[in-house]
């Protein structure tokens, strides 16, 4: 069985997963990026938080499914890229948006953030409590707030052609959006760059609000952690896998998004290519 190496969101770090990880089977991790939870201060690179994401996967047996919300997602599209032989398939969540439709605002909310990085990491803390009342809510700063990282994330994403990465790809992505997420402004676009993609819709949820409901983000994630497991296992058999040097295999193609059918809230959609 795959590992699953999780990726988290901005500002927040690895223990954002914990009520997720605990109701998964098999083996699964979540890393800190260069910057957050227990690698504060570290500058934060595309660079570093791939290779952060790499180390993950070799620790984890060297190959593994990457899963990652909003910056994680976005982290997640450049770790495949460069990574192509240790990312076994890439579960991209809430991060469909071309930072060209939120840089603007994410750069003047960054330098605000910078400017008192207590201040609004206590901001941050209250707001994420509200969000996401109880234990979701609990894990999310758990690890600790990093507002002060802010304006280099922003630059680090704003400056990374996602759509040229998933391209590139050659293995299976999921892209999954909560319906109410702004975040899906460009999801089409992304799902047509993808040379093996899906995308799976959460009715009535938005940017964090699958992380409502763990349990139910746990089985999406094992399902399609099955899928990957068992991509893997054809395309290993053929000899078309990537290797570790980034060798880019054709297309591999498999069983359609089986998983969503068990699941109330999802719908997938395959890429049109």
């Given at each position: 069985?795959?590992?699953?190496?999780?990726?988290?969101?901005?500002?927040?770090?690895?223990?954002?997963w914990?009520?997720?990880?605990?109701?998964?089977d098999?083996?699964?991790?979540?890393?800190?990026?260069p910057?957050?939870?227990t690698?504060?201060?570290?500058?934060?690179?595309?660079?570093?938080?791939?290779?952060?994401?790499?180390?993950?996967?070799?620790?984890?047996?060297?190959?593994?499914?990457?899963?990652?919300?909003?910056?994680?997602?976005?982290?997640?599209?450049?770790?495949?890229?460069?990574?192509?032989?240790?990312?076994?398939?890439?579960?991209?969540?809430?991060?469909?948006?071309?930072?060209?439709?939120?840089?603007g605002?994410?750069?003047?909310?960054?330098?605000?953030?910078?400017?008192n990085?207590?201040?609004?990491?206590?901001?941050?803390?209250?707001?994420?409590?509200?969000?996401?009342?109880?234990?979701?809510?609990?894990?999310?700063?758990?690890?600790?707030?990093?507002?002060?990282?802010?304006?280099?994330?922003?630059?680090?994403?704003?400056?990374?052609?996602?759509?040229?990465?998933?391209?590139s790809?050659p293995?299976?992505?999921?892209?999954?959006n909560?319906?109410?997420?702004p975040?899906r402004?460009?999801?089409?676009?992304?799902?047509?760059?993808?040379?093996?993609?899906?995308?799976i819709?959460?009715?009535?949820?938005?940017?964090?609000?699958?992380?409502?409901?763990?349990?139910?983000?746990?089985?999406?994630?094992?399902?399609l952690?099955?899928?990957a497991?068992?991509?893997?296992?054809?395309?290993?058999?053929?000899?078309?896998?990537a290797?570790?040097?980034?060798?880019?295999?054709?297309?591999?193609?498999?069983?359609?998004?089986?998983?969503?059918?068990?699941?109330?809230?999802?719908?997938?959609?395959?890429?049109?290519?």
């Amino acid at each position: 069985m795959l590992p699953i190496v999780f990726v988290h969101g901005i500002r927040v770090s690895a223990t954002m997963w914990g009520p997720v990880l605990s109701r998964l089977d098999g083996s699964a991790v979540a890393v800190d990026l260069p910057g957050h939870g227990t690698r504060r201060g570290e500058p934060f690179t595309m660079e570093a938080a791939t290779s952060a994401v790499a180390d993950a996967i070799d620790r984890a047996g060297g190959r593994a499914l990457v899963a990652g919300l909003s910056l994680g997602g976005y982290v997640g599209i450049a770790a495949a890229e460069r990574f192509p032989g240790r990312v076994a398939g890439l579960v991209a969540m809430g991060c469909t948006a071309s930072p060209s439709h939120y840089a603007g605002i994410y750069r003047f909310m960054a330098r605000l953030a910078a400017r008192n990085p207590a201040r609004a990491d206590r901001i941050s803390d209250r707001a994420l409590r509200l969000t996401l009342p109880g234990p979701a809510g609990e894990a999310m700063v758990a690890g600790g707030l990093s507002c002060e990282v802010m304006p280099q994330v922003v630059e680090a994403v704003a400056g990374h052609d996602q759509l040229a990465a998933l391209a590139s790809y050659p293995g299976r992505v999921w892209l999954v959006n909560g319906a109410r997420d702004p975040f899906r402004a460009d999801e089409r676009a992304f799902l047509r760059a993808c040379r093996d993609g899906r995308l799976i819709l959460v009715p009535r949820r938005g940017h964090l609000g699958m992380l409502a409901a763990p349990g139910s983000l746990a089985r999406l994630v094992g399902d399609l952690r099955d899928q990957a497991d068992h991509l893997d296992s054809l395309a290993a058999r053929s000899g078309r896998r990537a290797d570790a040097a980034g060798v880019r295999p054709e297309r591999v193609e498999g069983t359609a998004g089986a998983q969503t059918e068990r699941l109330e809230s999802a719908v997938a959609t395959p890429s049109p290519r």
